[in-house]
């Protein structure tokens, strides 16, 4: 997408009079959609749409030996796929800086303690772990690419189902681990506090969250903040723009409390899928 200068000093001036382009206010956010559970072959699913960004992601699950520096701890990677259909821009190799900037700021803000508990992981200190990898898809691009995909993790996560050990044999060296044979026969990983992202941007003097396309075209800078319950997991400051000590402080405020209020959003839509609910699209 390519603004001329009129376009852009539209969406400018409606920020500043609080009346974007598409009739919402600065700290509003577009409609979502949400599925869980939808990919039948992943231990847990999720796909979120946010206006005309849509995200897939799947996780998977196997046994794997933790690392030397944290033996009591299991293991969680993200793997980001920027589709080449998502946009124009990801043709070629044009969505790698993407995929490596999403999958990096969602290590960093998942590394905490506090955010996400690696230790329900472990299933023999030292020896052997559960390992997750987090696959997310770009299936089409929209705008706020990094709002969507953290709440897309998160219900992902909440929706991922981990096999119930049932036994841990050692002979020397070899650990045989045997799960349960019982489908349902799972556990839940605790996801309360897995961080939120919001992405603030600042166009013209003023702050706005959600930005679409073309509001992104316009943005002199913006800050990622992570939010794990009601502590700063990470901020991440992306664009070409820098921004001034006081608007980047406003900036983490505004973020602090947009993640905050999407976080009870995301649980109150989970809260209304039933246990075992058999949709989505690729069933």
Same mark, same amino acid.
């Given at each position: 997408?390519?603004?001329?200068?009129?376009?852009?000093?539209?969406?400018?001036?409606?920020?500043?009079?609080?009346?974007?382009?598409?009739?919402?206010?600065?700290?509003?956010?577009?409609?979502?959609?949400?599925?869980?559970?939808?990919?039948?072959?992943?231990?847990?699913?999720?796909?979120?749409?946010?206006?005309?960004?849509?995200?897939?992601?799947?996780?998977?699950?196997?046994?794997?030996?933790?690392?030397?520096?944290?033996?009591?701890?299991?293991?969680?990677?993200?793997?980001?796929?920027?589709?080449?259909?998502?946009?124009? /821009? %990801?043709?070629?190799?044009?969505?790698?800086?993407?995929?490596?900037?999403?999958?990096?700021?969602?290590?960093?803000?998942?590394?905490?303690?506090?955010?996400?508990?690696?230790?329900?992981?472990?299933?023999?200190?030292?020896?052997?772990?559960?390992?997750?990898?987090?696959?997310?898809?770009?299936?089409?691009?929209?705008?706020?690419? %990094?709002?969507?995909?953290?709440?897309?993790?998160?219900?992902?996560?909440?929706?991922?189902?981990?096999?119930?050990?049932?036994?841990?044999?050692?002979?020397?060296?070899?650990?045989?681990?045997?799960?349960?044979?019982?489908?349902?026969?799972?556990?839940?990983?605790?996801?309360?506090?897995?961080?939120?992202?919001?992405?603030?941007?600042?166009?013209?003097?003023?702050?706005?969250?959600?930005?679409?396309?073309?509001?992104?075209?316009?943005s002199v800078g913006s800050v990622v903040v992570a939010v794990s319950g009601n502590k700063l997991s990470t901020v991440y400051q992306t664009g070409t723009g820098s921004l001034h000590p006081t608007t980047f402080l406003e900036s983490i405020n505004l973020g602090f409390r947009v993640a905050q209020r999407? /976080?009870?959003?995301?649980?109150?839509?989970?809260?209304?899928?039933?246990?075992?609910?058999?949709?989505?699209?690729?069933?």
């Amino acid at each position: 997408m390519s603004l001329c200068e009129a376009e852009k000093t539209f969406i400018l001036h409606g920020v500043e009079e609080n009346f974007r382009v598409d009739g919402r206010e600065r700290e509003d956010y577009r409609t979502m959609e949400l599925e869980t559970d939808i990919v039948a072959h992943a231990f847990g699913s999720a796909r979120l749409r946010l206006a005309d960004t849509d995200v897939l992601v799947a996780v998977k699950i196997e046994v794997d030996v933790p690392f030397p520096e944290s033996p009591h701890q299991g293991k969680i990677e993200f793997f980001v796929d920027c589709s080449a259909n998502a946009t124009p /821009d %990801f043709e070629g190799r044009g969505g790698e800086d993407l995929a490596i900037n999403l999958s990096s700021t969602l290590s960093s803000a998942y590394s905490s303690p506090l955010a996400f508990d690696l230790t329900k992981l472990c299933i023999l200190h030292g020896k052997k772990c559960w390992k997750l990898y987090v696959d997310i898809l770009i299936l089409e691009c929209g705008g706020n690419l %990094f709002d969507a995909v953290s709440l897309a993790v998160k219900a992902a996560l909440w929706n991922t189902q981990v096999p119930l050990v049932k036994n841990v044999n050692i002979d020397g060296n070899t650990v045989e681990i045997n799960v349960s044979d019982e489908l349902y026969n799972c556990t839940r990983l605790d996801v309360q506090k897995a961080p939120i992202m919001v992405t603030v941007c600042k166009i013209g003097e003023k702050c706005i969250v959600d930005p679409n396309a073309a509001e992104e075209q316009c943005s002199v800078g913006s800050v990622v903040v992570a939010v794990s319950g009601n502590k700063l997991s990470t901020v991440y400051q992306t664009g070409t723009g820098s921004l001034h000590p006081t608007t980047f402080l406003e900036s983490i405020n505004l973020g602090f409390r947009v993640a905050q209020r999407l /976080d009870e959003a995301l649980w109150e839509s989970l809260d209304q899928i039933k246990p075992n609910q058999d949709v989505g699209f690729l069933k």
